[in-house]
């Protein structure tokens, strides 16, 4: 594996723990901490700038892997069609051509994947989390005027509003799930044809290729 497809299985394992760690279940007053540090800091902002410009590479390497993968794959069905001049050497490069092409497709497509499912997560978590501080803020105010024999209905109905917020909040954060499975899927799919490539008979490996 060259140097840069290295460097995306790291990004991608980086992203993997982050995605763990951002749905791990913490207490609300560390998570809250993280969070506001995570999105005031200006290290942080530095750091998801030079994020954003790697993942413009990844990209660029998807796309490479891309075309690969369907010149391979026309090569491979006119051998097939070339029935007279089969040959096991070329028949074996092809094939392991074809498996560096696709794991490399897998590989840079899963890392902008879970990029995007970073995103969208840590900003749920932020919209979940600012909904509970003002929704704790008109409860606690609610109280007040409650005791002093003063509650006027348009608190009632702010508090309404946000407890409406806070459940769409949570019904999004439920799409972690979906996003998941959809993540197993294609780990799942990338062990099959490196199972396939494995048991292949007289696979040569071809580091030039990959």
Same mark, same amino acid.
């Given at each position: 594996m060259t140097i840069y497809y290295s460097l995306t299985f790291l990004l991608l394992a980086a992203e993997m723990v982050?995605?763990? #760690?951002?749905?791990?279940? +913490?207490?609300?007053?560390?998570? %809250?901490?993280?969070?506001?540090? #995570? /999105? !005031? /800091?200006?290290?942080?902002a530095k750091v998801a700038y030079a994020l954003k410009i790697s993942f413009i590479f990844v990209g660029i390497l998807f796309m490479d892997a891309l075309q690969r993968m369907f010149r391979v794959t026309a090569e491979? *069905?006119?051998?097939k069609t070339n029935q007279g001049m089969q040959d096991v050497r070329t028949e074996s490069s092809i094939a392991a051509r074809k498996f560096y092409a696709q794991r490399n497709m897998y590989l840079t497509g899963f890392c902008l994947f879970l990029s995007l499912v970073l995103t969208r997560t840590f900003y749920i978590i932020l919209d979940l989390i600012h909904t509970q501080e003002e929704y704790a803020k008109l409860k606690k105010a609610a109280s007040i005027s409650y005791v002093s024999g003063i509650f006027p209905e348009d608190q009632s109905?702010?508090?309404? *509003? +946000? %407890? %409406?917020? #806070? =459940?769409?909040?949570? =019904?999004? /954060?439920? *799409?972690? !799930?979906?996003? %998941?499975?959809?993540?197993?899927q294609q780990a799942t799919e990338y062990d099959r044809l490196a199972t396939e490539f494995n048991k292949s008979n007289g696979l040569v490996s071809d580091k030039k290729a990959d």
């Amino acid at each position: 594996m060259t140097i840069y497809y290295s460097l995306t299985f790291l990004l991608l394992a980086a992203e993997m723990v982050t995605f763990c #760690l951002l749905v791990f279940p +913490l207490p609300y007053t560390i998570r %809250k901490n993280v969070f506001r540090f #995570l /999105s !005031e /800091s200006p290290i942080v902002a530095k750091v998801a700038y030079a994020l954003k410009i790697s993942f413009i590479f990844v990209g660029i390497l998807f796309m490479d892997a891309l075309q690969r993968m369907f010149r391979v794959t026309a090569e491979a *069905d006119m051998l097939k069609t070339n029935q007279g001049m089969q040959d096991v050497r070329t028949e074996s490069s092809i094939a392991a051509r074809k498996f560096y092409a696709q794991r490399n497709m897998y590989l840079t497509g899963f890392c902008l994947f879970l990029s995007l499912v970073l995103t969208r997560t840590f900003y749920i978590i932020l919209d979940l989390i600012h909904t509970q501080e003002e929704y704790a803020k008109l409860k606690k105010a609610a109280s007040i005027s409650y005791v002093s024999g003063i509650f006027p209905e348009d608190q009632s109905k702010q508090i309404e *509003d +946000l %407890k %409406k917020k #806070l =459940a769409e909040s949570e =019904a999004r /954060s439920r *799409d972690f !799930e979906t996003l %998941k499975k959809q993540a197993a899927q294609q780990a799942t799919e990338y062990d099959r044809l490196a199972t396939e490539f494995n048991k292949s008979n007289g696979l040569v490996s071809d580091k030039k290729a990959d």
